[in-house]
């Protein structure tokens, strides 16, 4: 496929990360693969996480294909851009047309960014994963490279004000091995992959140049104030019976 605003996209962020005086931290990004198909699972922590996350692939002379909700493509604004990437929409109410997109697009070489978590967790922890990154990975015949991302929760996340244009901020990217997944125990696989990312994110953190202790945007096992994986989960639950209220409303 041809990607005519891709590479525009990258410079000019590139650019505005420069002039924001950020720093990146990474590691692993040797594991994405130069050429052939793979699934990236990252954690999501932010609002802005995909914009990041592609550049772990970036030494590698790649470009990701980010699943990502339908509203985004929706989006007068960020529709059209969204499609010009070449990105992949998700339909909560047509699943299955998007899982097997990105299986597709996987099996033909590219690599394809999933937020395996589904929705940002409050607590910063990886939290429980859906098994659909394994079950992609294996029906396409891909590795499945773990991910975590740091520092994108300081610019913009759920329940926080937005900082997108504060300057100095660093931003963490963590890639890992590639797992080598059959799909034949989705759940036990998927849980070696919540292991991998979270291994990942304890090295995101200690090795973070701000210290989590007293943070809002640490866990809590860190000393941070975020809240823990079950006060999360309750927050999540009412966030999910509001929504559902205004909908059964209008």
């Keep these: 496929m041809r990607d005519l605003t891709y590479p525009p996209v990258i410079v000019t962020a590139k650019t505005l990360f420069k002039v924001l005086g950020m720093r990146f931290q990474t590691s692993g990004t040797e594991h994405v693969p130069r050429e052939g198909g793979a699934i ?4 999501h922590i932010g609002y802005v996480d995909f914009v990041f996350d592609g550049l772990a692939a970036h030494p590698s002379k790649r470009l990701v294909r980010f699943m990502a909700k339908k509203e985004a493509f929706d989006h007068r604004v960020s529709g059209p851009i969204m499609r010009s990437l070449h990105h992949i929409s998700v339909d909560r109410e047509n ?6 997109e990105a299986v597709e697009r996987a099996r033909s070489g590219e690599i394809v960014g999933i937020f395996p978590e589904a929705t940002i967790s409050r607590s910063f922890e990886i939290k429980e994963l859906k098994t659909g990154a394994v079950r992609m990975a294996a029906e396409a015949g891909v590795p499945l490279i773990p991910m975590v991302t740091w ?4 610019l913009k996340t759920k329940g926080h004000p937005s900082d997108i244009w504060g300057r100095g901020k660093t931003i963490a990217l963590h890639v890992g091995a590639p ?3 059959t799909g034949e125990d989705p759940v036990t696989e998927t849980q070696r992959l ?12 200690t090795e973070y140049p701000i210290a989590p202790e007293g943070q809002w945007w640490a866990p809590a096992r860190y000393g941070g104030l975020a809240p823990t994986p079950d006060e ?3 927050l999540d639950e009412e966030e999910r019976a509001a929504r559902a ?3 059964s409303a209008s």
Excluded: C, P
Aim: proline share 0%.
């Design 179 to 181: 797992l080598d997944v």
């Design 232 to 234: 999360a989960a309750r």
């Design 95 to 100: 699943g299955e047309a998007s899982y097997r």
């Design 194 to 205: 919540r292991e991998a990312m979270t291994a990942l994110l304890d090295k995101a953190i």
């Design 245 to 247: 209220a205004r909908k």
């Design 40 to 43: 990236l699972a990252a954690n």
């Design 151 to 154: 520092g994108t929760q300081l």
